[in-house]
């Protein structure tokens, strides 16, 4: 595959700063205007990660667009290099009556636009480290940070929102949804984050949103096609597009490659150095593999539940 041009873009209008209501309670949910209206509202209301600041914030689209970067919002309690944080970091897991120790207290931080390798053998923990800072799960005892604002103790509903807005996820075995086309799957955080109504308001241009990031990834001619239908590395690259149809602002990789050959695995790595290096998207990755490892431009080890430099 040839690389393709990326370029920096914006989209009018992706954010309109509202929520549906906070899940199982109903609470409402008002529009943030700053950073500074982060909250974790109580009760299952949603945590507001909505500003025009971030809803102005640059989409990654084809070369063709007009290049602007508008990413000056700082962090009100980190160093304003520092995007992702975890300090302290542990984590357990149970089989049966056995207690299985996995992290002992991670230290890590990321900076924005930087590309980060974790290494590590199977069965590290390197995977559950990614989960953490992703939020998938939570860790039994420390902190994590996003952008200075703690993220470990949100709600079930708060972590929903940040993943769907501000974190992108790619994953060793894709996670398709097998009943949705190429172009339904990269749609799908799109339906979600917008709601029906809004999203069916705006489907024309959201459909030419995830179109356009397809093309970017060479599935262009491929938008039909259900994922059987689909290569290893074409699952990649559709999986690549729907982590980006949110403009995240961190993407963060589960062995990327690790399914793939190595023809393959090259080409999935060729357009997440273009990311990082022509978009500053801050990556994360996490592999078994020093040589697709050296493509990033920080490594740290992770051995016996703890980092160190590679």
């Given at each position: 595959m040839n690389d393709h041009g990326l370029s920096l873009g914006r989209s009018a209008g992706i954010r309109d700063g509202r929520l549906r209501d906070g899940g199982a309670t109903g609470a409402g949910v008002a529009a943030a205007t700053s950073l500074d209206d982060y909250a974790d509202l109580q009760r299952g209301e949603v945590a507001l990660w909505s500003s025009p600041q971030l809803a102005d914030r640059p989409l990654i689209v084809p070369r063709r667009a007009v290049v602007t970067d508008d990413r000056n919002v700082q962090p009100s309690a980190a160093p304003a290099e520092t995007m992702l944080t975890a300090r302290g970091v542990t984590k357990s897991y149970r089989r049966g009556e056995h207690v299985i120790p996995v992290l002992h207290g991670v230290d890590v931080d990321i900076r924005g636009g930087e590309f980060l390798a974790i290494i590590g053998q199977s069965g590290s923990g390197k995977s559950t480290l990614l989960h953490l800072l992703?939020?998938?799960?939570?860790?039994?005892?420390?902190?994590?940070?996003?952008e200075g604002h703690r993220i470990d103790n949100l709600s079930p509903a708060g972590r929903d929102v940040l993943r769907n807005r501000h974190f992108g996820m790619?994953?060793?075995?894709?996670?398709?949804?097998?009943?949705?086309?190429?172009?339904?799957?990269?749609?799908?955080?799109?339906?979600?984050?917008?709601?029906?109504?809004?999203y069916l308001a705006s489907r024309r241009r959201l459909r030419a949103q995830a179109t356009e990031l397809l093309d970017m990834v060479g599935l262009g001619h491929r938008l039909r096609h259900k994922p059987r239908e689909l290569s290893g590395g074409e699952l990649q690259r559709a999986a690549i597009a729907r982590a980006l149809v949110s403009q995240p602002r961190v993407l963060l990789a589960d062995e990327p490659t690790g399914n793939l050959d190595q023809g393959t695995g090259e080409e999935i790595m060729?357009?997440?150095?273009?990311?990082?290096?022509?978009?500053?998207?801050?990556?994360?990755?996490?592999t078994h593999d020093a040589a697709i490892a050296a493509s990033a431009d920080r490594q740290v080890r992770l051995v016996e539940g703890r980092l160190a430099q590679a």
């Open positions: 992703g939020t998938l799960d939570r860790p039994d005892d420390g902190e994590i940070y996003f790619i994953f060793q075995f894709y996670h398709l949804l097998p009943e949705f086309t190429a172009l339904q799957n990269v749609l799908a955080p799109l339906m979600i984050g917008n709601g029906l109504f809004t060729r357009i997440l150095r273009t990311l990082n290096r022509e978009q500053k998207l801050t990556i994360v990755m996490v």
